[in-house]
């Protein structure tokens, strides 16, 4: 099974890790992080490896495509968009964490489609032909989206159980021992302060470079 993640500057880099750490674990797991240029990219003041470029991995059982402030840029970027339209015909599941669902969305894979986001980008999937929802992670066919950052953890959980069964997800999830027990139950704008939700929307764009 290949996995495919996605590298790119000022990406967040547990949108990619979290995952990453699941899914390697997966059924004959074999992971590639592509990009544009093989080498570092940036993720923060932490350095991420570029194995292979766009267009030595032209198929993949999953592709995974991670949010963070980079995404702007990629937006636009048609010659992601074309890589990411040709893998999306082999692959299992073509995924996204955070704001990459936005990146799938203008490339045109979420058309008509349920999808997430981090939720001070979720009322911008519409604009590229996706249907917003507030849901944690989202299945809609091959395509599943995963809200902001930490999600992609339930998501690669979510897929190791339906790819490998609900044995071997448990185990990876004991073996990560993932277990979440924060200290605030604030991890969504549902549950969180209504003044700390207002202050965030206020300063999104902020909050959004480091997503």
Known sequence: MRIAILLFDRMTALDAIGPYEVLRYAKDAEVVFVGKRKGEVRAGSLGLV???ELADVPAADIVLVPGGSGQVDLMTDDEVHDWLRRIDRT???????????????AAGLLNGRRATSHWLA??????????????RVVF????VTAAGVSAGIDMGLELANRIAGDFAAQAIQLGLEYDPQPPH???SPAKAPAELVANMRENSRFFLQGS
């Open 91 to 105: 692959t299992t599941w073509t995924t996204s964490v955070c704001t990459g669902s936005l990146v799938l969305a």
């Open 122 to 135: 979720l009322d911008q999937l519409p604009q590229f032909g996706a249907v917003p929802t507030e849901e």
């Open 185 to 187: 139950d604030s991890g």
């Open 50 to 52: 570029v194995d292979a």
């Open 140 to 143: 809609d066919d091959k395509y």
